[in-house]
Nanobody, 124 residues
Framework: QELLVESGGGWVQTGGSLRLSCAAS????????MAWFRQAPGKGREFVAG????????KYSDSVKGRFTISRDNAKNVVYLQMGSLEPEDTAVYYC?????????????????WGQGTQVTVSS
């Protein structure tokens, strides 16, 4: 059974940093684009960052570009989201998602597998 498990969330002050991890129990993990989405209180889920299954192509939302970095370790079946210069507006539940043979799409429906999410809270 495919499973994505996020970790690394928590509380941080404005300007701080956090690194999220997503451990994937997916057959042929290398064949999957991986992405991070987030959902703030009272809002819909939005794309944050993605990395393709081939070529290590990355994509970011405008709101996090230059502050967040997505990376993957195919040997460990893990994808990371390094978050820096955090702002209260980054407060949300962060979800990891997987899309077979994907190219880091920002479209939520393209992703087949989802984790349960990890809470990130940024205080001012």
């Amino acid at each position: 059974q495919e499973l994505l498990v996020e970790s690394g969330g928590g509380w941080v002050q404005t300007g701080g940093s956090l690194r999220l991890s997503c451990a994937a129990s997916i057959h042929n993990f290398n064949n999957y684009a991986m992405a991070w989405f987030r959902q703030a209180p009272g809002k819909g889920r939005e794309f944050v960052a993605g990395v393709s299954w081939i070529g290590n192509f990355t994509k970011y939302s405008d709101s996090v570009k230059g502050r967040f970095t997505i990376s993957r370790d195919n040997a460990k079946n893990v994808v990371y989201l390094q978050m820096g210069s955090l702002e209260p507006e980054d407060t949300a539940v962060y979800y990891c998602a997987a899309d077979e043979y994907g190219l880091a799409s920002s479209i939520e429906l393209k992703y087949h597998y989802w984790g349960q999410g990890t809470q990130v809270t940024v205080s001012s």
